[in-house]
């Protein structure tokens, strides 16, 4: 086996099914088998695999002009695609910097966040607050603004550039919200000095066990960075296009961030592609005649012209009002996993758009929860205690009632 697979120890890794095609929201193996991808291949493929328009738009645009370099040169789909989602983002998010993927997104965001203050002349103000259970990527820029304890990067302590932590959230439904931001308002004002932005997943902190938190804990930390006078950037890579129910989840709590960083769903997961957007305050500090004060970043594939083809493509079908109310039919359909709540190995039970959750209280009644999945016609990952769906839109309700099933079949032990 030459591929090193990722998260996973090599030496006693199961081995991995072999995918020969995909459509809709079922993957085919080679041995004739298929299985309802219910977790979207890490909740990028929205629209399933290979969907009509999207191929489409990458083949027609690989027959004229498959990719050219940024770098002094331009071509009309990274035009579009800018454009295009400028339009459709909240408030006025109106210029894009575009990446390879959710991690590069993230990591120039944050040069965006020291750089937008150094340009300024304030060199001290270069540290990221972060909320515990954090997950923002896997480059190290990234992985600093990361659970250093809880995460999946603590082997790398002492060696990832320190920033600044918070506590986490009440979790949705709790009360102390009003208490958890004057805390928040206190680690804030008493760091100031050397503090350029704060990063969050807008309500839902994906990797970190998909832990849902109140728009008003969102809407407080915006107004406590516009208060001590930094940026707030909203990773939008996990949340974005529809996955809680609306385009963008911070369009939730009402809230504009000054940096919003997309990826996975960006491209309706065909190909890799980030998008890190700012407001115009953001971006005149950096339109100067000081040649340093330009962005100093560059992947040698952004704005890849398929990419910001397929980008178009599944945005205009994300513009369809057809898919945000699938969406809908979706939640609706998930709340059927609340009938879990109760039983004596389940924590917790989580519904927000096309996410469902089950947290259980023993991560050992998972260890085979892939191999269990795969006998019921179904593909998903466990992640620690948690078990979860992340389905692709047009999954159909009796592939959906499939998946609810092998949940159930993992938790509960009997079909």
């Known amino acids: 086996m030459s591929v090193w697979y990722p998260y996973s120890q090599m030496k006693s890794m199961p081995t991995p099914f072999r995918v020969v095609s995909g459509h809709g929201a079922r993957l085919r193996l080679?041995?004739?088998r298929e299985l309802i991808d219910s977790i979207s291949s890490w909740w990028c493929m929205i629209h399933g695999y290979a969907h009509p328009e999207i191929v489409a738009a990458i083949v027609d645009?690989?027959?004229?002009?498959?990719?050219v370099m940024l770098g002094g040169l331009s071509h009309g789909p990274a035009d579009d695609l800018a454009?295009?989602?400028?339009?459709?983002?909240p408030g006025d998010l109106s210029y894009v910097f575009f990446g390879d993927s959710g991690s590069?997104?993230?990591e120039i965001a944050l040069k965006i966040a020291v750089q937008y203050f150094r340009n300024q002349g304030l060199f001290n103000k270069s540290k990221i607050a972060f909320l515990s259970g954090a997950y923002h990527g896997d480059t190290l820029g990234a992985m600093s603004v990361c659970d250093p304890v809880e995460g999946m990067h603590h082997l790398f302590d002492g060696v990832l550039i320190p920033q600044i932590q918070l506590p986490r959230p009440p979790k949705w439904g709790a009360s102390g919200v009003d208490e958890?931001?004057?805390?928040?308002?206190?680690?804030?004002?008493?760091?100031?000095?050397?503090?350029?932005g704060?990063?969050?997943?807008?309500?839902?902190?994906?990797?970190?066990?998909?832990y849902l938190y109140h728009p008003d804990v969102l809407r407080g930390l915006r107004r406590l960075c516009d208060q001590v006078g930094i940026l707030l950037i909203c990773d939008e890579v996990a949340t974005g296009f529809g996955r809680l129910g609306v385009m963008f989840a911070s369009e939730l709590a009402g809230v504009v961030p000054d940096v919003s960083v997309l990826g996975k769903a960006l491209t309706g997961g065909h190909l890799g592609m980030s998008a890190t957007m700012v407001r115009p305050h953001v971006f005149e500090r950096f339109y100067s005649d000081v040649a340093d004060h330009a962005l100093m970043h560059g992947p040698t594939f952004m704005g890849n012209p398929l990419a910001c083809r397929a980008a178009l493509a599944s945005i205009e079908l994300m513009m369809d009002g057809s898919v945000l109310n699938r969406i809908t039919?979706?939640?609706?359909?998930?709340?059927?996993?609340?009938?879990l709540v109760g039983l004596s190995q389940v924590r917790d039970v989580r519904v927000m758009g096309a996410l469902g959750v089950v947290e259980v209280v023993d991560s050992s009644i998972l260890r085979q929860s892939s191999q269990i999945a795969a006998e019921c016609g179904v593909w998903l990952r466990?992640?620690?205690?948690?078990?979860?769906?992340a389905p692709p839109y047009v999954i159909t309700d009796d592939e959906l009632d499939s998946v609810m099933g092998a949940i159930e079949q993992i938790v509960i032990g009997k079909r």
């Not at 645009?61 to 990719?67: D, N, S, V």
């Not at 466990?382 to 769906?389: L, M």
């Open 180 to 196: 958890y931001l004057s805390v928040v308002e206190t680690i804030l004002c008493a760091n100031k000095d050397q503090l350029c």
């Open 198 to 210: 704060l990063i969050v997943e807008p309500l839902m902190q994906g990797a970190g066990g998909f």
């Open 382 to 389: 466990s992640f620690g205690n948690v078990i979860y769906t």
């Open 329 to 339: 039919q979706i939640e609706i359909r998930l709340k059927r996993l609340l009938k």
């Open 61 to 67: 645009q690989a027959q004229r002009l498959p990719h």
């Open 83 to 89: 454009a295009r989602l400028a339009e459709i983002s």
């Open 104 to 106: 590069v997104g993230v």
């Open 30 to 32: 080679d041995d004739g």
